[in-house]
């Protein structure tokens, strides 16, 4: 089962977009929420385990530059040992115009914290910093109870 507090913004932001990285997918719950609401597109779940369309890892992502229209982390980021390879590889593989969509618990939130197989501790403005460094731009945050959530563009 998916995770996702921000369904709202991830389906705003997927509207009229067709290819769809899952970084971390799990078993590709997302898939089946976004159908349900509506979403048509060709969705890839890229995750470590075998159950995933693609097995593979974040940081070294095995596609082709400018191929995907949006890229989710969805309670995944915290959990990739160099998470900054990891956004310059989403980085890479959006296309121009495309949308890197990140869900994470939120820094000051015992779930950052307290759970052991957590790697970093995310902030929303220290994303949205390193995003642009990286060459995002329109970065945006919102933050509700124990989670947040960053997207910005690929200009």
């Known amino acids: ?8 913004v991830l389906l705003r932001l997927a509207r009229g ?5 899952d970084i971390g997918c799990g078993r590709g ?7 349900e ?3 048509r597109g060709t969705y890839v779940g890229l995750d470590l385990k075998r159950y995933a369309s693609v097995v593979g890892d974040a940081q070294r992502l095995p596609f082709r530059s400018g191929f ?3 890229v989710v ?8 040992p160099d998470y900054f390879g990891a956004l310059q590889e989403a980085w890479r ?10 869900q994470a618990p939120c820094c000051e939130s015992w779930v950052a914290t307290g759970i052991q197989d957590h790697l970093h501790v995310l902030h929303p403005v220290t994303l949205s910093r390193l995003l642009r460094r990286i060459g995002f731009s329109g970065c945006k945050s919102v933050v509700e ?8 563009v690929r200009e």
């Not at 593989?93 to 990140?102: C, K």
């Not at 109870?145 to 910005?152: I, L, R, T």
């Open 1 to 8: 089962m998916v995770l996702l507090v921000f369904d709202d």
């Open 17 to 21: 977009r067709q290819r769809l990285l």
């Open 29 to 35: 719950d997302l898939r089946l929420l976004l159908e």
């Open 37 to 39: 609401r509506g979403w």
């Open 68 to 70: 995907f229209d949006i």
């Open 73 to 80: 982390f969805i309670q995944s980021l915290e959990h990739v």
């Open 93 to 102: 593989v959006l296309r121009g115009g495309g949308v890197l969509f990140v």
């Open 145 to 152: 109870g124990d989670f947040m959530a960053v997207w910005a």
